[in-house]
């Protein structure tokens, strides 16, 4: 026959969940563990049994001021506690229905934006560990009722993980009434928190009313709710590593961003689910592109925006690049540049790299990717075309970066003539939508490099080279 746990146990279980979480982000001797402490059973339960574990700990408590006087309060219990404990204590005020209505979101989501925005500040700025939070059993039910009643894939029925980028959730294997019977043996008193009652609320109308009903009809309802779960889980990690591996097979790079091949992509039953995963998190509605790549008359030219990415249908390949903003001319003088010292800009996630080369330095030309030999070689890839290196003292003026304009020409490298940035793009079967982010850098003697595509004849490294300039563009860091 089973044991069943008793309070005793609750110190051991706890660290029985902690330890299924990934080497390094428990704290070691020169790290601390953020724990977030409302006030209420749960988190005070969550502080004592970390502090008791022997675990290094520091509090944050966020004052949403939601409920007058008794927001105080419950900061001025956790300051004591703190205080009682010898835990280093942080209190932020938010003014969350006024960044509510600022940002057209529920005052619930609000609160929890400005809470997880202020826990990342504070490590960062503490140096810590982690940040634990006191989700617990129902609460893990909870979330999948309010998933399945949103509407949501596999993914959004898989329940809370025990760790989330640096959040952990120790708690996630004990419940509620087991918290409370804990907190009452070893006589530690909480805040209640009256708005906990409220249905307004979607899950405190979940709590109170609509899963009460369903353990009714199965007392072990959470457990066997859980244990589905679980199963989901697995079928989940499973149809991710399909889906990762299909991406991959289905995409090819472009110079910035990547295109998907469409026609053997839409082949697949797991099409839509594909799209689903991949540019969702992006701000893209996955099942419109969907939608529209299945038609027949989607034509080329046919554009879709999301948080910070776009994609472009073009000619059976749907283009996905981030877009990029307009350029301010900035100051890359040469005057200004002292050897060896690197100068690096930076435009929302997008990176430019000046790295100038010292005096009489080797030069070994190439094709193809491979290291310099030794410190005074430098690789120049002349298939790489994010990366150009420039004569320093062949520059004409300043040294910009812009969007393509119409009537831009230059001579590319290696060729004779002039050729238009936008013959260029028609060489190339660039879309129209890129054409438009296209970046150009030069200087006074006009286009140097059309970033991405093609370098000009301009200032080029010769046998006569004494100082170079490379320019690295990177896009930025995306898991598609």
């Not at 509090?59 to 900061?75: I, K, M, P, Q, T």
């Not at 410190?375 to 004569?391: A, G, K, P």
Request: net charge positive.
């Amino acid at each position: 026959m089973k044991k069943l746990p008793t309070t005793a146990d609750f110190p051991q279980r706890v660290l029985k969940t902690l330890r299924r979480l990934p080497e390094g982000l428990l704290p070691v001797k020169d790290k601390r563990l953020l724990v977030a402490v409302s006030g209420g059973a749960d988190s005070v339960a969550l502080l004592r049994v970390l502090h008791q574990l022997g675990y290094a700990c520091e509090v944050a408590h966020c004052n949403f001021h939601l409920r007058g006087e008794a927001s105080d309060r419950d900061a001025a219990f956790v300051s004591d506690l703190c205080r009682d404990l010898g835990v280093p204590f942080h209190l932020r005020d938010f003014a969350t229905e006024a960044f509510a209505r600022s940002q057209a979101v529920s005052v619930e989501m609000a609160a929890r934006d400005l809470r997880y925005q202020w826990f990342d500040q504070l490590l960062a700025e503490r140096n810590l560990s982690a940040v634990a939070v006191a989700h617990h059993k129902e609460d893990n039910v909870e979330t999948f009722f309010l998933h399945l009643a949103r509407g949501s894939g596999l993914h959004g029925l898989v329940g809370m993980r025990y760790q989330r980028g640096k959040i952990i959730r120790p708690l996630l294997d004990v419940s509620r009434r087991e918290i409370e019977a804990w907190l009452s043996a070893i006589g530690q008193p909480f805040v209640t928190d009256e708005t906990n009652a409220d249905v307004r609320f979607k899950r405190n109308r979940l709590r109170n009313r609509i899963l009460p009903e369903l353990r009714q009809l199965n007392p072990a309802f959470d457990d066997t709710l859980l244990q589905t779960m679980r199963r989901l889980r697995e079928a989940d990690d499973y149809l991710n590593q399909v889906l990762d591996d299909l991406w991959a097979d289905f995409t090819s790079a472009l110079p910035i961003g990547l295109a998907l091949d469409c026609r053997r992509a839409k082949a697949h039953p797991l099409f839509r689910t594909l799209l689903h995963k991949q540019l969702t998190p992006l701000g893209f509605n996955a099942d419109e592109i969907a939608d529209a790549l299945c038609r027949s008359e989607v034509r080329t030219g046919a554009c879709w925006v999301g948080e910070g990415y776009t994609a472009d249908y073009n000619r059976g390949y749907l283009e996905i690049t981030p877009p990029v903003p307009d350029f301010i001319r900035r100051s890359l003088e040469v005057g200004e540049i002292e050897l060896p010292e690197q100068a690096h800009l930076s435009v929302r996630t997008y990176q430019l790299s000046t790295s100038p080369a010292l005096d009489k330095t080797t030069l070994r030309f190439t094709g193809r990717e491979g290291d310099a030999k030794d410190e005074t070689t430098v690789t120049i890839d002349l298939r790489n075309t994010l990366e150009i290196c420039l004569d320093l003292d062949e520059l004409q003026g300043l040294c910009y970066i812009r969007r393509a304009q119409v009537g831009d020409s230059f001579r590319p490298f290696g060729l004779q003539g002039r050729k238009l940035v936008s013959d260029l793009h028609t060489s190339l079967k660039i879309s129209p939508a890129r054409r438009k982010r296209t970046l150009v850098v030069g200087d006074d003697s006009g286009p140097l490099w059309v970033v991405g595509l093609r370098r000009a004849a301009g200032a080029p490294i010769t046998v006569k080279t004494k100082r170079l300039l490379r320019l690295t563009f990177t896009p930025p860091t995306s898991s598609l």
